[in-house]
C-alpha cells in the first residue's frame, strides 16, 4: 500500500521539551507500523537551544524549516532564570512562540481538557463537584488582544516614575473567526458524543470593557448562524468561578487571549495536571490543510527537567491533534487518544498524576509511559 508522507519540523525546545518529545515521536512511528502513513520527521533548535546553536531564540534555519513543513511539533521554550541580561524582546516566550504565532497568523488556540475516570482522585475537586465529569473544549483567540496590540511600551515619565502599556485591540473579523472555530467545535463535539446539542460557552468582560461589548455582539451575531449549537455569555470572573464549582456545566469555552490563557491552566489544573493539557495552534485554513502547530500547554517545568520523570501525555495527545487537524488523519488520532485511555486504565502513572491510594497503579517514568502508549497502539 503507498504511504501519505507528511512534513513534520520536531522542535523540542527547553527544559523538559527534549524528554517529552522523544516519547511524541516514538507514539508517530508507532502509527506508521498501523496506518499507510510516513511522517518525515526533522529536529531543529528553538528557544535557549537556539540561542546555544544559533544564537536566536528562532534561527532562521530553524524557520526556514517550519516554512516548507505540513505543520511543527513543538516542545516547550523559556528558562526564566537563564540570563537576564538578554533582552525582552529576544527572550524565547517573545522571539520565538510568539514570533511563530504571528509569522504563521496561528489565530485558533483549542485546547482539550478531559478528566479521565481513572484520575477522578487527582482532580482537586471533590466527586461531587465533578458532576456528570469534566470534558471541555478552550477555544482561545491566539494572535490579538493584550498579547499583539500596539502600542506595547514602558515609557519613562520622570526619574521615578515609568509607565507600561498594554492595548486590548480586537476587529470585527478576529472575532468572527475565532466564533466560527468554537461553534463548528461544538457542532462537532457534540455529534461524536451523541448529546443533542453542542454548547459554546462565550467569556468576555462586557461590563466593563469595550472589547468585551464587541465580543459578545460579534459572537451573538455568528452564534445565530448555528441553531444546532446553544449559546451563552460568562463574564470571566464569573467563569473562573464555575470552573471550580461546576465544572460539568462546560462544553466549548470561547476566550479572547488572555481569558483563555487563564482559564486553560484552571481547567488544566482541573484534569489532575498541566502534564495532560495538549494544544493545537491553528491557522488560516487553505483548502482542506491548515497549517498548525503543536505544543503541550505546560511549559518547560525546568525544575524537573532531564529526570524521566515529566508526563508526556500532553506532548502525545498534540502529535495527535496534529494529525487530525493538519493532516486529517481522525482515525490515527482517536487511536493514540484510546491508546493513552489504555495505558492509564493498565495503571501507568507519572509523578504528576500518581497517588499511593491508588492500589492498581504504578510510578512510571517519562519513557516507560511513553513505551506503553506506543506498546498500546
Ligand atoms: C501558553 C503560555 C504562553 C502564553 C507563554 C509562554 C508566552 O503560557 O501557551 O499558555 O501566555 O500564551
Ligand atoms: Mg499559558
Redesign the pocket.
Known sequence: MISRIFNVAALAGDGIGPEVMREGIKVLRAVEQKFPVRFNLTEAPVGWAGMDAAGKALPDTTLALCKKSDAILFGS??LPDRDPTVPKDERP??AA??RLRREFELFA?LRPVRLWTELAHTCPLIRERQGAGIDLLVVRE?TGGL?FGKPKTTEQLGPHQRRAIDTMVYTTAEIERIAHIAFRAAGGRSKSSGKSKGKVTSIDKANVLENGILWREVVTDIGSKYPDVELEHMLVDNAAMQLMLKPAQFDVLLCE?MFG?IL??EAAALAGSLGMLP?ASLGVAGGDRVFGLY?P?G?TAPDIAGRDIANPIAQILSAALMLQHSFGLNEAHDAIVSAVGKAIAAGYRTGDIFSPLDRSSRKVGTREMGDAIAAAL
Open positions: 521554550v523559556g516566550e517573545r512562540l510568539l488556540n491566539l498579547y487571549n490563557d486553560s491552566d494544544s505544543e500547554a511549559g
